[in-house]
C-alpha cells in the first residue's frame, strides 16, 4: 500500500479526492491526540472506493443518486465519468460543499438537504444509486427504510451498490491489536473499533456484515442482489492473502475489509405488483 506524506499546508486543493488523510497515529486507541499537521495519501483506500464505483457503472446517460453524498466525492467521481449526479444528506454545510465542487467541475446534477428515508424525488427516476460509506452511519431500522425508499427512487431492474466497512474484518483486526498491545505491556482495553464509543466521532453507530445487510435487502424487497470482494492489501500484495479474502467462502467475509452488495429493483414486481 504506497503511503506519501506531506504537511498539511502542501496538500492539492482537492486532496480529499486524491485519497489523502490526517495522519493520526494509534487512531484505534482512545486519549490518543489527533494532530492535524501532516496528510498522508491513502490509495488503498482509492482502490475500494473505485470498487464500488465500477460495479455501478457510472456511464453517460445515467442518473445516478449518491446516499450520504457527504461533500460530494462520490458525485464527482460518477460525474467525471459522464453520469448525472445527485446527492442527499442531512448536513447543510457539506451539501454547500458539495454543490460547490458539481460547480467547479463543470458536472450535471446537484446535492439536496433531504432525508435519505423520504427523498424529494418522483418514483422511477434514478439508473444508479450508490451508497459509500454511509450505512454505518444509520442502524438496521433506518438501513431498511432508506432501502425501501431507494427501491421507490430507481427504475425497474436499476442497481444500487453498497460500501460499508465490515464489523466482522474490524473484530478480528480489534482482538489483534489487543493481544499485540498484551505482548508489549500495554493496556489492550484502550484499543477500540475506530469511530466507535470513546472517539472524537463515534458516529459508527450502524456497523454491519453481509449477513445481516442481506436481511435488510431481503425486508426492503431487493429480491436479487449480490456481494462482492476487494482483495485484503492492508499488509501489501500477496497471493495467498488475497485468495483467502476473496475466493474462499465464510473467510472471505471475515477478511475483506468492506462489505460490498449490489442490488436490483425488481422487474416484474415493479410492472405486476400484489
Not at 467541475?105 to 454511509?134: C, Q, T, W, Y
Amino acid at each position: 500500500m504506497e503511503r506519501r506524506t506531506l504537511p498539511a499546508n502542501e496538500a492539492p486543493e482537492d486532496w480529499g479526492l486524491n485519497g489523502y488523510f490526517y495522519v493520526m497515529p494509534e487512531y484505534d486507541t482512545l486519549g490518543t491526540a489527533r494532530p492535524r499537521d501532516l496528510v498522508w495519501k491513502n490509495r488503498d483506500f482509492l482502490r475500494l472506493k473505485d470498487h464500488a464505483l465500477t460495479m455501478l457503472g457510472p456511464l453517460p446517460g445515467r442518473r445516478i443518486l449518491d446516499l450520504g453524498c457527504a461533500d460530494g466525492a462520490s458525485m464527482v467521481y460518477c460525474g467525471l465519468q459522464g453520469a448525472e449526479v445527485n446527492g442527499v444528506d442531512l448536513d447543510a454545510a457539506q451539501v454547500a460543499k458539495a454543490n460547490a465542487r458539481v460547480a467547479r467541475f463543470g458536472l450535471r446534477g446537484e446535492a439536496r438537504v433531504a432525508d435519505a428515508k423520504a427523498m424529494p424525488f418522483p418514483d422511477e427516476h434514478f439508473d444508479g444509486v450508490i451508497s459509500n460509506d454511509f450505512f454505518e452511519h444509520i442502524d438496521v431500522a433506518e438501513k431498511i427504510a432508506v432501502l425501501r425508499e431507494v427501491r421507490r427512487v430507481l427504475r425497474p431492474g436499476a442497481p444500487i451498490v453498497i460500501k460499508t466497512p465490515n464489523l466482522r474484518y474490524l473484530q478480528i483486526s480489534l482482538w489483534y491489536k489487543r493481544l499485540r498491545a498484551i505482548a508489549r505491556l500495554r493496556d489492550p482495553r484502550r484499543i477500540v473499533i475506530p469511530m466507535t464509543e470513546g472517539h472524537d466521532h463515534p458516529d459508527h453507530i450502524g456497523l454491519t456484515t453481509r449477513w445481516e445487510l442481506t436481511r435488510c435487502m431481503i425486508a426492503a424487497g431487493f429480491l436479487n442482489y449480490e456481494f462482492k470482494y476487494a482483495p485484503l492489501r492492508r499488509f501489501g500484495a500477496n497471493g495467498v492473502v488475497e485468495m483467502l479474502s476473496t475466493e474462499v467462502p465464510v473467510l472471505r467475509d471475515l477478511l475483506c475489509e468492506d462489505v460490498f452488495c449490489r442490488g436490483w429493483k425488481p422487474i416484474i414486481d415493479s410492472h405486476f405488483p400484489d
